[in-house]
């Protein structure tokens, strides 16, 4: 008979944090595993700061295991009971008015404590803080967003107090990777930059795509950090520029390090090795606050085909039509923040000199970050009598047994027609100074006009706060198109929490230049990437003196020069979740600085309130 959880305040764990040197050789996150149907878990939230300033974040287990990963089966319980050890904030240690203390109180109904408390990220040259507001989101799984479950709008815990989770995992839950994280608006960033966060494996991906059945498994979470020089970074998709971040496999830094004198920035891969021959099985987490990847394995320069087996949590091909879905061959896959990506890869040849996994240049917009091509990991080719290590617990594959088809938990949605489109857009300040998603336009499936956000009362371009109305209202059990514009000039990624959508086209993308994403028509995901809009900025004049109306890409009469780049997808309400939630983009610096909404999923019988 399972456990029942400990309720009670975690203590403070020593050693909390660690990193490991560049050029390390990856180690598999410590993993916990469900038992009877229930896994219970206890974290110490802890915050320390590195040689270079950084402030890391990190959940520890009371026995010390460091983000561990959480292996889970469909149906199972998750029960989580997390204490924040982070220091209080004061206003001794940050006195005003240079290092304002932030804090907004929460209108009830509220889950947890009922005001947001931020030190001002401004209290150190690397902008960083030292406590604050926390809570835990289960980024992708299909779970409720009431009060003690996967609810973010509402749910605070503070420096000093304990909360507990209770997680039901559906029993149709696809298998695949998932992940956790803090997700109190306006400390995101922050938060998962200093490496809050960690895996989670619903299992049973052997019998729903028995390629991976057998196969040696890597779990591999890439997060960032700042790097530790702290020069100003490059324009947006500028090759060989200085990135935003420095980037970290497992918690290894890959190093960035650009040298003054010749103006070249290096890096310093972390190492997988592997045996001659082999296939694997890797599934790979952006966990980063802010950095979009564009993954390739390469041998000696080459591009190399990997066989995409999961997105986002969930098999490709494996909701509709001939079981088990048939895999997806490609030689690079968009991994916008804190999408996931399940792949079969296969070792070097000996003869190839260098064999590593890539993150390509990103073409960013005019506005956006830059994320230059950078090696993540060398493959090192050993002997197999030379790799001696034991494996870890959740090292290898299940042997297949029998195909499971039962977990279809979005089948069926090309059959169902959608009750209405829906046109959701990303737009900013051209300063960076506020973010913003809105819901502009609504229409049924009979052609009638439908509420809007505006006549839900979110005004067009207002920034997220936790007590706004939903801008979206919608019922649990229909499918709605949404048109996901970006009219903004740096690329944005769409976080939908709660649900999935099916990826139906990627449209104007070419017109700024960009590729539409390999792989993903046709499937479900959670996070989807929108690049940049192609046309002028705002005028800037003594009116208008930081440009930020009217809106960029558009022309005198206020229509756009160029089509919007667009992503077309169904969004599927079907499942069991009702209550509010969000929907943002997952650069989590454009998300703390507004560009979120409320999203309010009613049942069939309507809303009350």
Same mark, same amino acid.
């Given at each position: ?23 390390? &050789? ?29 402030? !890391? ?99 605070? &815990? ?61 779990? !591999? ?87 995409? &087996? ?161 801008? @979206? ?25 709660? @649900? ?97 909404? @409320? ?11």
């Amino acid at each position: 008979m399972a456990q029942s959880p400990a309720t009670g305040p975690v203590a403070p764990v020593a050693n909390a944090c660690q990193r490991f040197p560049a050029g390390s &050789v990856v180690q598999q996150p410590p993993a916990l595993f469900s038992q009877n149907g229930v896994l219970n878990v206890r974290f110490s939230y802890q915050t320390t700061t590195d040689s270079f300033g950084r402030q !890391l974040f990190c959940f520890m287990t009371p026995d010390g295991l460091e983000n561990p990963t959480l292996h889970l089966n469909p149906g199972d319980t998750l029960n989580v009971t997390v204490t924040n050890n982070t220091p209080p904030v004061n206003t001794t240690t940050f006195p005003p008015p240079a290092n304002q203390i932030v804090t907004e109180p929460y209108n009830a109904p509220n889950c947890g404590d009922t005001t947001e408390i931020e030190g001002n990220p401004g209290v150190s040259a690397l902008n960083t803080m030292t406590g604050g507001s926390m809570n835990i989101h289960y980024h992708g799984t299909n779970t409720t967003p009431a009060c003690h479950g996967d609810n973010v709008t509402k749910t605070l &815990v503070n420096p000093g107090s304990t909360f507990s989770y209770s997680i039901l995992i559906p029993a149709d839950e696809p298998p695949g990777l998932y992940w956790y994280h803090p997700h109190v608006h306006g400390l995101a960033e922050a938060a998962v930059q200093g490496g809050g966060s960690g895996l989670i494996v619903v299992e049973g991906i052997h019998n729903v795509q028995p390629a991976t059945a057998g196969l040696r498994q890597r779990l !591999l979470i890439i997060r960032d950090q700042q790097t530790t020089q702290g020069f100003k970074e490059s324009a947006g998709g500028t090759e060989g520029g200085i990135p935003q971040v420095d980037l970290t496999v497992n918690n290894i830094s890959i190093n960035t390090f650009t040298n003054t004198t010749t103006g070249v920035t290096s890096y310093t891969p972390a190492v997988i090795q592997m045996a001659p021959g082999a296939q694997e099985f890797w599934r790979v987490s952006n966990s980063t606050s802010n950095a979009i990847l564009d993954l390739q394995v390469q041998f000696d320069g080459m591009a190399q085909t990997i066989q995409i &087996v999961g997105i986002d949590g969930v098999p490709v091909n494996s909701q509709d039509g001939t079981q088990p879905g048939q895999l997806i061959p490609v030689t690079h896959f968009l991994l916008p923040p804190a999408a996931r990506v399940e792949f079969l890869v296969n070792a070097p040849p000996s003869t190839v000199k260098v064999a590593r996994l890539m993150t390509r240049n990103i073409l960013t917009g005019p506005l956006g970050d830059d994320d230059p091509t950078r090696p993540l990991v060398s493959m090192q080719l050993l002997p197999r009598g030379a790799l001696t290590a034991a494996l870890p617990a959740d090292g290898m594959v299940p042997a297949f047994t029998a195909l499971n088809t039962n977990l279809r938990r979005f089948g069926g949605i090309m059959d169902v027609e959608p009750a209405l489109t829906r046109t959701v857009y990303f737009a900013e300040n051209q300063d960076g100074s506020w973010f913003f998603i809105n819901a502009s336009g609504c229409v049924t499936a009979a052609g009638a006009q439908c509420a809007t956000q505006v006549t839900n009362g979110v005004p067009i371009d207002t920034p997220f706060d936790n007590n706004n109305p939903p801008s @979206i209202i919608t019922t649990q059990g229909t499918v709605e198109k949404w048109i996901i514009q970006n009219r903004a000039q740096e690329n944005h990624e769409l976080h939908q929490h709660q @649900i999935h959508f099916m990826v139906l086209r990627q449209e104007h993308f070419e017109i700024n230049g960009s590729e539409p994403a390999p792989a993903i028509n046709g499937q479900f995901l959670d996070m989807v990437q929108v690049p940049f809009c192609n046309g002028p900025p705002p005028a800037v004049t003594p009116t208008n003196p930081n440009g930020n109306s009217p809106p960029a890409c558009v022309d005198a009469q206020g229509n756009p020069v160029f089509p919007y780049p667009q992503v077309v997808a169904l969004m599927d309400f079907r499942g069991m979740d009702i209550g509010d939630f969000v929907f943002h983009c997952h650069i989590l610096g454009h998300e703390d600085l507004g560009m979120m909404g @409320i999203e309010r999923v009613c049942p069939s019988t309507g809303c009350t309130n």
